[in-house]
C-alpha cells in the first residue's frame, strides 16, 4: 500500500519569507495528488491538485502555488507568506476512490 | 456548490456507548462518501469507503450508511472505547473510480471518556 511523506511536520516562518514543503508518496504510479490545509476552527480546504507530472490546478486564489516535478513528488511553495497562511497543511494521495492522507505539516506564520 | 455539514459538533459520552454520528450533503450528485479519523495534529486516516450505488459498509465496530437522494450518511460507533477519541469527518467525491475532489465537513470531535 501507499505511504505519504511530508516534512517537515512543525515550521515557524516571519512573515515574508518564502515556503517550501515537499510531499512524496511510495507504493503507487501515477497517483492524482492533494494539497489541504486545515485552518483552526475550519474545515479542510483543497488548494491544488495534480493528476500528473506538471499538471497543477489550483481551486484558490492565493499567494501559494504547487509543483509536481516527478511523478510522486508534490511541493507547494510561497515567495512570501503571510499570517493568514498559517495552518495545518496535509498533502493527499487518490488510489482509485480512496484517499490517504500525510501527517501533516504545522506552519505557523508569525 | 457542495456543501458538508456534520452534527454534531462535539460529543462527549462515557465508554461503553454506541453513538451515531451524522453527515449532510447539499448536492445528491456525489460518486462515494468517506469517514476519516483524525488524532490531534495528525494526518486523516480512511475509515470507511461507500459508492455511491451501496447502502451501507461496516468494519469491525464501525458502521456507516448512505441515504444519497437524501443528501445523509451516519457513521455507527458501537461499543466505544476511550481510544476512539478523536475527530471524525466525512468527505463526498465528486468523480468515481479515480479520486476526485473531496469535500469536507469540519468533523464531529469525539470524547470517550472511561
Known amino acids: 500500500s501507499q505511504t505519504i511523506h511530508q516534512w517537515p511536520a512543525t515550521l515557524v516562518q516571519p512573515v515574508g519569507s518564502p515556503l517550501s514543503l515537499e510531499c512524496t508518496v511510495e507504493g503507487t504510479s501515477n497517483p492524482n495528488l492533494y494539497w489541504y490545509r486545515q485552518a483552526a476552527g475550519r474545515g479542510l480546504q483543497l488548494l491544488f491538485y495534480s493528476v500528473g507530472i506538471g499538471q497543477i490546478s489550483s481551486e484558490v486564489p492565493q499567494n501559494l502555488s504547487a509543483s509536481r516535478p516527478q511523478d510522486r513528488q508534490f511541493i507547494l511553495s510561497s515567495k512570501k507568506l503571510l499570517l493568514s497562511d498559517s495552518g495545518f497543511y496535509l498533502c493527499?494521495?487518490?488510489?482509485?476512490?480512496?484517499?490517504?492522507f500525510g501527517q501533516g505539516t504545522r506552519l505557523t506564520v508569525v | 456548490k457542495q456543501e458538508v455539514t456534520q452534527i454534531p459538533a462535539a460529543l462527549s459520552v462515557p465508554e461503553g456507548e454506541n453513538l451515531v454520528l451524522n453527515c449532510s450533503f447539499t448536492?445528491?450528485?456525489?460518486?462515494?462518501l468517506q469517514w476519516f479519523r483524525q488524532d490531534p495534529g495528525k494526518g486523516l486516516t480512511s475509515l470507511l469507503l461507500?459508492?455511491?450505488?451501496?447502502r451501507e459498509q461496516t468494519s469491525g465496530r464501525l458502521n456507516a450508511s448512505l441515504d444519497k437522494s437524501s443528501g445523509r450518511s451516519t457513521l455507527y460507533i458501537a461499543a466505544s472505547q476511550p481510544g476512539d477519541s478523536a475527530t471524525y469527518l466525512c468527505a463526498v467525491s465528486d468523480r468515481g473510480s479515480t479520486l476526485g475532489r473531496l469535500y469536507f465537513g469540519r468533523g464531529t470531535q469525539l470524547t470517550v471518556w472511561p
Open positions: 448536492d445528491s450528485a456525489i460518486y462515494n
Open positions: 461507500i459508492q455511491s450505488s451501496q
Open positions: 493527499a494521495c487518490g488510489q482509485g476512490a480512496k484517499a490517504f
